[in-house]
């Protein structure tokens, strides 16, 4: 029995796969195997895994038909033996002292699973960009670092950014409680499910605030850039509220917990997807939520008072939730299709939707770029954008600045942007006229 077991799930691969491969072998902690599933690849990336394997006996490869991320993933955890268990991605790589660090870790404190902060990064080589993502964003969550815990002792250990790889699994554990992978087709949030069952069994949780993960965010193969892709959420979240179902213990906190994330994730979809499937989207999303506000499984009163009002106009009318948050009306799209420069001033959510839209009218030609009043010495990214502080931009002095900000704010970015020379902008809540 080896100390960790990483899986590596890969379908057409071959332009990352060698580097996410290197660092994996190159761990620190050499008591590791390596077993790759390939998931139908038909490119060249069996044969450098094949090369792999033929170089270091710690490598296994399997290669099959395609059937997608989590049937791939859970033939890995069926054939690991470490004692942990890991997963990274083809198109990511891990810092060399990953496996050590979390694997000691694990073994003091006798986790069930250890997961550490992690990085985004975008570009290869010399332009390469990393921004650092830690898995508790709140600062009121910090303590939930380095100390044994549970959900049911501490509710907040569910506010953990849902990713899978960024840590490593007890095979015990996995294995005494079933938990695994959805096994939906192609490669679509089977993590998140994954993660649910994770956190809802687990008695010894631990996260490391150190990030050792490297995550591709500039891959256009990804799934969390996939137009097409529209209803994954919907089915994996189905598949999530099965299993919290299926619990004896707290079933309708997790309820509510679940539906409130899902919110979300689906006004991220909302921006993801082409704008041709919105009205079939928004139709099967107020559904979810109607049908469960009248089984009493959600209350609106877990969201904030903005999302509260898009919720409700959601469930009032589905085109009136998509004209107003996810469309331009006549009179801005004439105002864009006259501009010959356009940016966004805002980011969060606004920042994030007014993106989509462009992308969805064929206007990201013009976008010069995303601009923010202060970045408090963060990078900040959307959708493959960094974004730049209002004071460091040289933008052509006829660029129309959408504002994507609450009102409360607009008046202060009018004043810099006319303090900067700046004279055209249209308002967030004038986007729809």
């Known amino acids: 029995m080896c100390k960790v077991s990483v899986i590596v799930p890969v379908y057409n691969g071959e332009q990352y796969i060698n580097e996410c491969m290197q660092s994996i072998l190159s761990q620190t902690l050499a008591d590791i195997e390596i077993i790759c599933i390939n998931d139908g690849s038909v490119d060249g990336t069996a044969d450098i895994l094949d090369t792999c394997a033929e170089k270091d006996s710690r490598v296994r490869v399997v290669h099959k038909g395609n059937s997608g991320y989590g049937h791939s993933v859970n033939i890995g955890f069926d054939l690991a033996k470490g004692q942990y268990v890991g997963v990274v991605e083809a198109d990511d790589y891990i810092d060399k002292e990953m496996y ?51 959900y049911e002792e501490d509710i907040r250990v569910l506010n953990n950014y849902v990713v899978t790889w960024a840590g490593i699994y007890k095979r015990d554990f996995i294995k005494q409680n079933h938990i695994y992978h959805n096994e939906t087709p192609g490669a679509a949030y089977q993590d998140n499910g994954f993660w649910y069952q994770v956190m809802l069994h ?23 850039y996939n137009p097409q892709k529209i209803f994954c959420t919907n089915d994996e979240y189905e598949f999530i509220r099965s299993f919290i179902r299926s619990q004896k213990r707290n079933v309708e906190i997790l309820l509510q ?31 979810e939520f109607l049908t469960a506000i009248e089984k009493r499984e959600f209350a609106a009163d877990q969201l904030s008072q903005a999302e509260q009002i898009r919720l409700n106009l959601l469930l009032g009318n589905c085109d009136s939730y998509i004209e107003k ?79 994507a900000a609450q009102e409360k704010h607009q008046d202060d970015m009018i004043r810099q942007l006319k303090e900067r020379g700046y004279y055209k902008w249209i308002k967030t809540q004038d986007i729809s006229l």
Request: charged share 30%.
């Open 325 to 403: 948050y996810f469309s331009f009306g006549s009179h801005s799209l004439q105002r864009i299709e006259q501009a010959n420069h356009i940016a966004i001033y805002g980011g969060k959510w606004n920042g994030k939707r007014v993106l989509s839209i462009l992308r969805n009218h064929g206007y990201l030609d013009k976008l010069l770029g995303i601009v923010v009043s202060n970045l408090e010495g963060k990078d900040e990214v959307i959708d493959r954008i960094f974004l730049k502080e209002i004071q460091g931009i040289d933008y052509e002095t006829d660029t129309l600045f959408i504002l």
């Open 257 to 287: 917990f679940q539906w409130g994330n899902l919110f979300r994730i689906h006004e991220n979809d909302m921006m993801r997807i082409s704008g041709e499937f919105h009205k079939m989207f928004a139709e099967r999303f107020r559904n």
């Open 202 to 224: 687990s008695k010894k949780a631990l996260f490391i605030n150190k990030p050792y993960y490297f995550v591709r965010r500039d891959n256009d193969s990804s799934s969390i």
């Open 100 to 150: 050590l660090h979390l694997y000691e870790e694990a073994k003091i404190k006798d986790a069930d699973f250890v997961k550490a902060d992690f990085h985004m990064f975008y570009g290869d080589g010399t332009s390469r960009k990393f921004v650092f993502r830690p898995l508790f964003e709140r600062e009121s969550d910090k303590d939930m670092y380095n100390r044994v815990v549970n």
